[in-house]
């Protein structure tokens, strides 16, 4: 995941709370509370579900958690005082949302992202474009360490691509997730990478040594499939693109040039550059690109017929802030630029999802429930496999529960750490464990923090990739395979125990 610097307390200090006085039973109120609720304001809405309802159903689910916690002895003021922390811990995540939108404004109107679609029609056709979109994505992620980065800069053009291309959307933001998500748990300038081992009490690299044995098989029948995939689409749609590599070219000046920008923030990014600072320099590039190379788009958007000082100002920054449209008389192309020229606005529903479902994650914590529910699994394991399965499933309802990847790493890996030293197992079981269902699980919750922030990015629901996310969701099913069949288990040197 991205890494958020300006958090005001590391992840791994969070403290975890626990409630005597509250039962496994009554912990799990909130939670089938709330699976309820939301799956019939799914069925009631459908795919409108994440315009509004679903945000005021987690305040519902969080509003369950605190009556159960009142009758427990949890105190209103502890209750707010956690939603506080968590809300507070997501700052990051929605300054560098804003700036998402923002740099996909800018993007859009000085071309850069048009010049991504120009060429990639260009190069990319059907059959290979989905293995492609992985193998982009997973070598940008691990030169960056971000899966929101990845999908932020070139995850935006390749789905615009893909439905040139006439590739259902949630395919294309499937494949680009794999990749993505494959590169942020592999690479070491990953927050979550270091994270794991932190929790488990290992060795970074030992870590990424001992991740490959599970990833590299899921990647690679990840990558089957989507090559099986790529053949079975519609080779006809790859000549139906000239009309659009057409009209792209009269409604911009389409240049090489233009790739200085986005290569110049992956170069930031790589360099360690905080990403909040990469993603505002890559918008005001943006927005200076877009006065030199596409003036007339920026007078469109600024209702003028020649640009000045005033006229240049308020085009590039309506760009930034708000939805913008440009002119063309292909209905695709105005698809795809609606897509992406959201600006910052384009983002708040993805913010107001985030902000309660820290609220319900908040209040679940506060009551103890998200102990309490750690711990029941924990009690579970009685065999190595059963301890295994039952991380995964700790990592996969944290997730759920408390809307944050995260802490769906730090508990279970607080919880697990003693549990797995007892069985003479090395931490990195653990840490590899935490990252096969904790890590890349997180996208697949549409009111998880990295579930939000991809949709809103991609502008795909998660309803909609979930099933193509294929390395995401098959890589838990990977790690317990490897448990249950004792393969790459590492045990601890008797001197260790």
């Given amino acids: 995941m991205e890494s958020q610097n300006i958090k005001p307390k590391q992840p791994q200090d969070e403290f975890i709370i626990e409630n005597k006085e509250l039962n496994i039973w009554e912990a799990l109120i909130p939670v089938i509370a709330l699976v309820g609720m939301l799956a019939f304001n799914v069925f009631v809405y459908g795919d409108n579900a994440l315009s509004g309802s679903n945000q005021f159903i987690l305040l519902l689910g969080a509003s369950v958690a605190a009556i159960v916690g009142f009758f427990n002895k949890v105190s209103f003021d502890k209750m707010v005082e956690e939603i506080a922390e968590n809300i507070r811990s997501t700052a990051g995540a929605i300054l560098i949302l804003l700036m998402v939108g923002a740099l996909a404004g800018t993007w859009l109107i000085s071309g850069i992202i048009p010049a991504m679609i120009y060429y990639g029609l260009q190069i990319l056709n059907p059959t290979i474009f989905l293995a492609a979109c992985v193998i982009i994505c997973a070598i940008i992620s691990v030169a960056t360490g971000s899966s929101w980065t990845t999908s932020a800069t070139v995850g935006i053009a390749l789905v615009g691509i893909g439905e040139a291309l006439g590739i259902p959307m949630g395919m294309t933001a499937g494949a680009v997730l794999s990749g993505a998500y494959f590169g942020d748990k592999m690479s070491p300038l990953s927050d979550t990478t270091n994270l794991a081992p932190a929790m488990a009490g290992g060795e970074l690299f030992s870590h990424i040594k001992y991740m490959t044995y599970t990833t590299v098989p899921t990647i690679v029948i990840t990558l089957i499939v989507f090559i ?270």
């Fill in 228 to 497: 099986i995939l790529g053949f079975t689409q519609n080779t006809e749609g790859a000549a139906e693109t000239s009309t659009l590599i057409n009209d792209i070219d009269k409604t911009f000046n389409i240049s090489g040039w233009l790739f200085l920008v986005p290569v110049f923030v992956i170069f930031l990014i790589v360099r360690k550059t905080s990403p909040l600072i990469a993603l505002l320099v890559g918008t005001i590039l943006g927005g200076i690109f877009a006065l030199i190379f596409q003036p007339q788009i920026v007078a469109q958007i600024a209702g003028v017929e020649s640009l000045t000082i005033k006229s240049a100002y308020k085009g590039v920054m309506d760009a930034i802030t708000v939805s913008t449209s440009i002119e063309t008389d292909n209905e695709t192309l105005k698809s795809l630029f609606s897509a992406s020229g959201k600006g910052m606005s384009g983002m708040l529903g993805t913010i107001w999802l985030i902000l309660c479902a820290m609220t319900f994650g908040g209040v679940m914590d506060a009551i103890g429930a998200l102990s309490k529910i750690s711990k029941a699994l924990l009690s579970m394991a009685t065999s190595v496999f059963g301890l295994f399965a039952s991380t995964v499933a700790s990592c996969l309802a944290l997730n759920v529960t408390a809307s944050d990847q995260y802490l769906a790493l730090v508990v279970p890996g607080k919880m697990f750490k003693k549990a797995y030293q007892d069985k003479g197992l090395a931490p990195e079981n653990l840490s590899r464990t935490l990252e096969d269902s904790g890590t890349v699980t997180s996208v697949l919750i549409p009111w998880n923090t990295c579930g939000a922030y991809q949709s809103g990015v991609l502008g795909v629901s998660v309803g909609e990739y979930f099933f193509y996310a294929i390395f995401n969701w098959l890589s838990p099913f990977t790690t317990l395979l490897f448990a249950a069949f004792k393969i790459k288990i590492k045990y601890l040197l008797a001197s260790e125990k």
